[in-house]
Each structure stands twice: as C-alpha cells, then as structure tokens.
C-alpha cells in the first residue's frame, strides 16, 4: 500500500469518528429547549396563528426556574402588605376613564388629574397622526380596525350579556388533587402558558372591586354613554380562582410604540377573554358553579390574584412578571369547584428589580418609580411595591402606544437554551446584578424596536 | 435544520481526523495544556453557536452583531494561542 492510501483500518477509524460527532451534534439539536421544533408559526410569512397568538414558549414552566414558599399574614406571594383600604370602584379607572370623558366631553380637572391629562393625550394623539406620513397613516388605520375588532368582543361579552351554560345536576367527582391537575391541562390547551390557582379569602377583599363596570365599551366617544355599574358582593360567592396567564406574542410587543404594539395587545386581550369563558362553560358542564371573567366583566384587579396564584411575582412595573417574563397577559376563571391552591412563587425577582430599573429607564412616560427600594404605596391596600403614576401610563399609551417595560425587562426572553441558563442563574440574589448588565450589553439599555416592515401583519 | 447540522458536523469530523493524522504523520507532538485549550476552543465555539442562533432566532440585531464579535474574537485568539503553543513546544522538542 503506498503512503497515499488510507488503510481499512483507518478508513474505519474515521467514518467511525465522524458518525459520532454527527451523531451528537444531532441529539444535542434535538435536546434544544426552543419552541423552534415545528409547532411555532411563522407569521412574518403571513401564515395562520393559533386562537392565542404566535406561542413562543411551548412547555410547561420547569421547577428549577422557581421555588414555591408557603402564604404569609401580612404578604401576598412576595410583596409585602401593611393593611386594607378602600375597595375600587372599575368606573373609575384608567380605560373607563377615557371612554366616559371622551363620550360626555368631561375633562375638567386639577393639573394632574384625569381630565385634563386624558385632554393632553388625546390632542397629542391628533398632532402625531396629522404630522404621519402616509404609510403611517395606513398603518394606524389598522391598527384602529384591530382596536375595534377587540373593542366588540368586549361589548359583547360586557355583564350581562353572555348566557352561561346551565351547571349540571350531575357532577364528575375526582379528588381535588386530580381535578386540579385536569382543569389546568385543560386551561394550558385552551392556550395559557401558566396556570395558577388562589383560594379567596378575606386579605383578598382589598382586590375586589366594590363596583364594577356594566358598559362593555372600551373605545370612545359614545353619545349615550352611561355606566351604572354594579355591585360586586362581599363575600365573594366564588371559592376558588383559576388564574390564566397567556404569554404575548414577542415580535409584535418589541415594536415598544406605535401602531404594531397597540394592534397586538388589543388582539392579545381579545383573545384573552376565550379561554376564561370555555372554561366556564366546561366546569359548569361537569357540575360545578362557575364563573368567567372576560376582560369587560372584572370583578378584580388582577395582579395580587395572579400573584397569589402562583404566577409570578409584583414586578417594578407593577406587572405580574413570571420567568418567561413580564408580557404575560392574565385572564380567570371563579369556581366552586373543590381544587388544590398553588403556593405562591418567588424566583427572585424582588433582589432583581432592585438592581436593573431598565424598565424605569426605559418608560417614555418617566411613569415608573427608579427608586432602590420599594415603599409604601396606597392603592386599594398599603402595599410595598415600587410607585407606578397610571395617568402618566394610559395618557402616553393613549397618545403613542406603548408595551415597553412589558418588553425590555430582562424576563421578558424567548424559550432557548441560552435563556434557560439566564432563568435559573437570574434567581440567585448574587447573578443578579451581573445579569442585567449582560442583558444590557447584548440587547442595549435601550433594546431596539421592531417595526412595522419586518412584523405587521397588514404589510 | 438536521440536515444542516447533520452535514456540518460531518465536515467537523472529517477536519478532525485530517488534523489527527497530520499530527501522526509529521510527528506533532501536543502537550495535556494543548488539549486542554483545544477543549476551551471547542467549547467556546460550540456555545457561541447556541448564542447567535438564539439571538438570530430572536432577531435582534445589536445582540447577533455583539455575540458575533465576542465570541468570534475570542475564539481566532484561541486559535492563535494554540498554535504558537503547538509550534513553540515542537520546535523546543
């Protein structure tokens, strides 16, 4: 054999070599933890998306992301409370706000009161459309259509009007351990991420509307507008709340401002009322009261539910932020039926939020408190979170459109092995710091926008 | 996207054993710091794969161009490392 031949000896040795390295390099793709496995859908192609959206996380949230710790007096999941308040009245709040002012014409005010900061907003939201270019100008045309294809969802399922399925003489009796486990892989086919469930109890009444809304209206102006309200009973015939947590399409929500955001968070709180609403119609179905919360008939605000829930925990933003991040939209479902409540979560996003602040910085409005430390705020409870001006929030989202703390919180990442490592490093009080500023030097303090060319589906 | 890993890390393994054997034939001796550093080089690489796909995937331009820089910089400076270590031990010998 001459020096230029290979001997079978050898040829064996390599084909050997390369057939194992090709081997594992195709078992470690396929151990990849990314939702890129053949069932998240394109829409950049202008493909179809599922009734939730473009899912970008496909798995159930893995343990090593968090720990469970047991409810404590005087806490709601990890954020502290020194006592209740007064309860809320909905017609009161930022959205109702805007639909009663706009319709009667009603902005009077102090500086710095609703009226005229809703005034401001609304005339600032004429000056930017006047001064769009004519591709913008299309683009917020949809983007208007959207709203309004959210807003009839919501008119249409306002109190009242949706006509819930008779509850059943004859119920399926499991163990509230098995029945848990079943509605919430339900719950999850049905779209949400994250499924949670909280038991209503009296350091939860804070969260309960005294009123909520009647009207189902959440664009302006209407000429009859009116809005009764109605009373939400105390206490609350409902045992148990099934929290849902649908995360948001990630491509759309990184446009931060402007048409594309505002198009894809109105569609994601349309879709947000279905699952809430299937749900009913399946727990009463099986025999057991319920009732389903779609985004016009509230009874609550949704944060400290969620959080005792066990979705995630109070964030700087005043978001629920869960480890696959702060872009979690949260729907509920009230029920009698016998269920075993989650543990609230801490994943350590209190020491966290202490260090980053990129949502602070990064807030158009300065509605976000850059403080180090959390203090006591008065809301419907005396609650030890970071300040957090709504009137600032609504009027600049009002005018431009906005989801930016949504989308620059360092949470707020895909499903991939890269993120992975983040999710379970970011928990230790020490990484934190050292974290966010990886965040920072990858995706920039100020991570860029996504634009209407790349994600629109209208382009 | 198999097909495509399936195939490049076919051509890593054929690299591979052509490296071996130009180390056999010519008598390359490489020392237990040399193996080690190709390890770090081939760790480095692989995981600065994982990096700029994931941000590929997540299309965010500052992060793909960033990741490229850091890890790419990082691992010709391996590459360099490892070779004058390689050169320097044999020519010594």
């Given at each position: 054999?001459?020096n ?23 078992a ?103 001064a ?19 807003d ?34 339900v ?56 929290v ?37 119609s ?6 057991y009261?319920?009732?389903g ?78 403080s ?70 990858f ?17 | ?31 237990w ?20 796909n ?40």
């Open positions: 054999m001459s230029k031949e290979i001997s079978r000896k050898q040829f064996l040795k390599g084909a050997a070599v390369t057939s194992g390295a090709a081997a594992a390099a195709l470690a793709s396929s151990l990849s933890v990314s939702a890129d496995s053949g069932t998240s859908v394109d829409y950049t192609k202008g493909k179809a998306r599922d009734e939730m959206g473009t899912a970008s996380v496909t798995r159930n949230l893995p343990e090593h992301f968090y720990k469970r710790i047991e409810p404590r007096a005087g806490y709601i999941g990890t954020t502290k409370v020194n006592g209740a308040l007064e309860q809320f009245d909905a017609r009161e709040h930022g959205f109702a706000q805007i639909v009663r002012r706009a319709s009667s014409g009603d902005w009077e005010g102090e500086p710095g009161d609703w009226g005229p900061m809703l005034l401001a907003a609304v005339q600032e939201k004429k000056k930017v459309r006047a769009a270019s004519a591709e913008e100008t299309e683009d917020y045309t949809w983007s208007g259509a959207f709203q309004i294809a959210m009839r969802w919501h008119v249409n399922l306002r109190p009242g009007q949706w006509d819930p399925a008779p509850i059943n003489s004859n119920k399926l009796e499991l163990s509230p351990a098995e029945m848990t486990a079943k509605i919430k892989k719950a999850r086919w049905f779209g949400a991420e994250q499924v949670g469930i909280c038991e209503i109890t009296d350091d939860l009444k804070p969260y309960f509307y005294k009123k909520g809304r009647a009207s189902g209206y959440y664009t302006a102006p209407h000429p009859d507008y009116a809005d009764e309200g109605r009373d939400i009973p105390w206490p609350y015939p409902y045992k148990y709340c099934i849902m947590g649908d995360i948001a399409d990630p491509n759309t929500a990184r446009a931060q401002r402007g048409p594309l955001v505002e198009a894809s968070a109105k569609i994601a709180c349309a879709d947000s009322d279905f699952p809430p609403l299937y749900l009913e399946i727990i009463r179905t099986l025999g009261d319920a009732k919360s779609p985004f016009s008939d509230k009874d609550i605000i949704e944060a400290p539910i969620a959080v005792a829930a066990g979705i995630g925990e109070l964030g700087r933003s005043g978001l629920v932020i869960s480890p696959w991040g702060a872009h979690m939209r949260l729907s509920e479902v009230f029920t009698n039926m016998p269920l075993v409540p989650d543990k609230p979560m801490d994943f350590g996003l209190q020491d966290f939020c202490k260090a980053c602040k990129k949502c602070a910085d990064n807030c158009p409005a300065g509605a976000i408190d850059g180090d430390e959390p203090s006591e705020q008065h809301v419907t409870a005396k609650v030890v979170k970071w300040a957090w001006d709504e009137k600032k929030c609504l009027s600049r989202r009002l005018a431009y459109g906005c989801s930016s703390c949504q989308t620059v919180c360092p949470w707020t990442k895909p499903d991939n092995m890269v993120h992975e490592i983040g999710r379970m490093l970011a928990k230790e009080k020490a990484f934190a710091p050292f974290l966010y500023k990886l965040d920072d030097f995706y920039g303090r100020e991570p860029a926008m996504h634009t209407s060319d790349e994600y629109a589906p209208w382009r | 996207m198999s097909l495509l890993v399936f195939a490049f890390a076919l051509a890593v393994g054929i690299l591979a054993m052509y490296l071996w054997n130009l180390k056999t034939k010519n008598n390359i001796r490489i020392s710091l040399s193996y080690l550093l190709i390890a770090v080089f081939i760790v480095w690489t692989g995981v600065g794969i994982m990096v700029v994931s941000f590929i995937e997540e299309a965010v331009g500052t992060a793909i161009t960033t990741s490229l820089m850091v890890f790419g910089i990082t691992a010709i400076a391996l590459l360099a490392i490892i070779w004058q270590v390689i050169t320097r031990q044999n020519r010594a010998g």
